[in-house]
């Protein structure tokens, strides 16, 4: 009932940055927490960063933080990962997620899924 679609992804550099965006369309997701996760080749999805839909609160992975922002429009049922200073083991498929628990850090509580998008980062 909620589509998510995520855009954004590429190969870069090390050091580089990318901002990857999720559309969320269809039922309302005000009440829901967005999240993103990623999974590298031949390991498991895990958790990177989440926003509550209504509010400021954020929660980032501690591999992440400090690196990445997550943010989002509610005007346009969108939010970003902007993805600084990139390192080789940010390589991996990087979904878009909706749920409604918080913290948002577990891959059960997920309601709905976006397609994924890679990110390749290169040595």
């Known amino acids: 009932q909620v589509q998510l679609v995520e855009s954004g992804g590429g190969l870069v550099q090390a050091g580089d940055s990318l901002r990857l965006a999720c559309a969320a369309s269809?039922?309302?997701?005000?009440?829901?927490?967005m999240g993103w996760f990623r999974q590298g080749s031949g390991k498991e999805r895990e958790f990177v960063a989440a926003i509550i839909w209504r509010g400021e609160r954020t929660d980032y992975a501690d591999s992440v933080k400090g690196r990445f922002t997550v943010s989002r429009d509610n005007a346009k049922n969108t939010v970003y990962l902007q993805m600084n200073s990139l390192k080789p083991e940010d390589t991996a498929v990087y979904y878009c997620?909706?749920?409604?628990?918080?913290?948002?850090?577990?891959?059960?509580?997920?309601?709905?899924w976006g397609q994924g998008t890679q990110v390749t980062v290169s040595s």
């Open positions: 997620a909706a749920g409604s628990r918080w913290p948002l850090r577990s891959t059960l509580t997920c309601d709905y």
């Open positions: 269809g039922r309302t997701v005000s009440s829901y927490a």
